[in-house]
């Protein structure tokens, strides 16, 4: 469970730049969970998962993961914790390294490090089997370094990564933004297999109102640094994209820019 109680966040406190990026947000996630976030350029939601991540510390609040306090926690202490896969496919891999390397990385995730051999015939199944689910072709390739994939297949891979040893909770960036049309999809699909299928407890970040509605359990709305809109159970089920345009001008009192958010 993910517990964010009163978090405030604030960039250039004291100067000029001023900005509240995040203004008392309160937002509880059972165990399972699969939120997606919505919102306008500067609404907050990168900063807010920044912030669950330890990346930014908070200027007021409290957040727990699974009832453990995390908030002054850096975020290499929390690590062991949350996966994050960001909207750079090449940021979840390590690009000299081989497929096979890689996910022996995902497998010793928060282990203890021996003096054992990573590497034997027993896990190269296991890799073959798991990675045979992607439908890539990526079995075959066990041995070829990551740089050498498509971004498609890296961030197919990181997915894959994530779940291998399921952490506590994933943080889902704007994921498939910057990949083309047809591979977004595809990593969507993956997302909704590899996630939703295994119970994970997961945040999504996407400009795209459409797979807001239609991926995970739930969808938030954010608008200058604060939660305005919490959709779930059957109205969910029931939204489209117009009414909640109409919900946003309803609480926000303002008309939605005309940014990506509207032109996904």
């Known amino acids: 469970m993910l517990e964010i109680l009163e ?5 250039n ?35 807010l998962l920044n912030c669950v991540a330890g990346v930014y510390p908070v200027e007021k609040g409290q957040i727990y993961i699974d009832g453990r306090d995390v908030t002054n926690l850096p975020d290499y202490r929390r690590a062991g914790d949350i996966a994050r896969i960001f909207q750079d496919p090449m940021m979840g891999t390590a690009a000299s390294m081989t497929v096979e390397e890689n996910l022996v990385l995902a497998l010793k995730r928060g282990a203890k490090r021996t003096l ?31 740089k050498l994939l498509s971004g ?47 119970g994970i407890t997961s945040l999504m970040v996407t400009h795209n109102m459409e797979q807001a509605l239609r991926v995970g359990s739930r969808t938030i709305m954010m608008h200058e640094g604060k939660i305005i809109l919490d959709i779930k159970g059957e109205q969910r089920e029931k939204m489209t994209v117009p009414r909640l345009i109409e919900m946003f001008h309803e609480v926000s009192g303002e008309k939605m820019q005309t940014d990506r958010i509207l032109l996904t």
Do not use: C, Y
């Open 152 to 198: 498609g297949q890296r961030q197919a891979m990181t997915l894959l990564m994530t779940t291998l040893v399921q952490p506590r909770l994933v943080l889902l960036d704007e994921h498939t933004a910057s990949l083309d049309p047809k591979t977004a999809l595809k990593v969507l699909e993956l997302t909704r297999t590899l996630i939703e299928e295994n």
């Open 7 to 11: 978090v405030t966040k604030i960039f």
């Open 13 to 47: 406190q004291g100067s000029v730049n001023e900005r509240v990026a995040l203004n008392n947000v309160s937002l509880k996630v059972p165990r399972g969970d699969f939120v997606t976030i919505i919102g306008g350029n500067g609404a907050g939601k990168s900063t």
């Open 116 to 146: 054992k051999w990573s590497l034997n015939e027993s896990r190269r199944r296991l890799f073959k089997e798991k990675l045979a689910l992607l439908k890539l072709g990526l079995e075959d390739r066990l041995t070829t370094p990551v």
